[in-house]
């Protein structure tokens, strides 16, 4: 997938409109599927601070090992609820990736949670 130099990774046409100001703080994610397309962006990019400000301290690892993989492609094929006046919401999608010379695909379907008015990711199902 060929992507224009300022286009998002999750797929969106601006990143500098898209996903950089969730990942700058100056606006948070209004439903579950714009948080999982911020965090696909936040991984793409090398923004783990988003990625682990954004997942619930429950569930949140110590530290965040991702820095390997170049991601390339985010396709959500399904999302329940998460809208933004829910408290709860499942992402499923898919994401592509390359690791050294291998590639590979990530696909779950992910759970999400309104805490403290934000929207957080909580785990994976299953």
Request: aromatic share 12%.
């Amino acid at each position: 997938m060929t992507s224009l130099p300022n286009s998002c990774p999750c797929g969106g046409a601006d990143y500098h409109r898209c996903c950089e100001p969730l990942h700058d703080g100056a606006r948070e994610a209004a439903t579950a599927v714009e948080l999982m397309r911020g965090r696909y962006s936040a991984y793409a990019k090398g923004r783990f601070d988003y990625v682990y400000r954004t997942w619930h301290p429950r569930t949140r690892p110590r530290s965040i090992d991702a820095d390997h993989l170049t991601w390339h492609q985010l396709a959500i094929t399904d999302s329940v609820a998460g809208g933004p006046d829910e408290d709860f919401g499942t992402v499923e999608f898919t994401a592509s990736y390359r690791d050294g010379g291998r590639s590979g695909n990530l696909h779950e379907r992910s759970r999400f949670m309104r805490r403290a008015g934000r929207w957080c990711y909580l785990d994976a199902e299953g």
